[in-house]
């Protein structure tokens, strides 16, 4: 037998054996390892869409949040009762944080007529004359108009008094919600 005919019957059948197995096993495994990157792209894809769901709802529940405080906000601006007491309080931390002095403070009764106020509203009148420095009752106004209450100035007066003194007549309206459904 010639040498070449002996190499080829050795080596034909390793040479069927490995193209077997490469059909066999290593063509299969392709095949898992194809559909294995398939699945692994689906869950990366699933994953990514989840944490943008998880993203959302994170921003929706801080909105919520927000918008809580906020409502919150309006309806301590904008209450269902004329609170005259709550306002009276507010009104003397604000001037004892101005340093001026109340020297009269005086509620009108609910006005549920005021036809500058929107229907839904009902007003209260205050009369207020408040005294002190320049800067006190400047001050003073000017925290009276960032109350939470919701107010109107309608009137202001101011009056000089001796050296540095000032007096100011101010007269506003609280609003007040007229149906219970609006304020909470």
Do not use: C
Not at 43 to 54: A, E, F, G, K, P
Not at 60 to 67: I, M, Q, Y
Not at 113 to 129: E, W, Y
């Amino acid at each position: 037998m010639n040498a070449r005919l002996r190499w080829a019957i050795i080596i034909a059948p390793v040479l069927v054996i490995i193209a077997g197995w490469y059909l066999v096993v290593w063509n299969g495994r392709q095949a898992d390892a194809v559909a294995l990157d398939e699945h692994t792209a689906t869950l990366v894809h699933q994953s990514d869409d989840l944490r943008s769901q998880v993203n959302d709802a994170t921003k929706f529940k801080s909105a919520g949040k927000k918008s809580r405080t906020r409502l919150a906000e309006l309806r301590a601006g904008y209450p269902n009762e004329a609170d005259v007491a709550g306002f009276i309080r507010s009104n003397d931390e604000l001037a004892t944080s101005s340093g001026v002095l109340v020297e009269s403070l005086t509620p009108d009764a609910v006005n549920s007529r005021d036809r500058s106020a929107p229907p839904s509203t009902r007003t209260v009148a205050i009369s207020l004359r408040v005294s002190g420095s320049e800067h006190a009752v400047s001050d003073y106004i000017g925290r009276l108009e960032s109350l939470a209450r919701t107010t109107a100035i309608d009137n202001l007066d101011l009056t000089a008094e001796s050296a540095g003194s000032v007096s100011a007549s101010i007269r506003l309206r609280l609003f007040v919600a007229r149906n219970a459904n609006l304020a909470s």
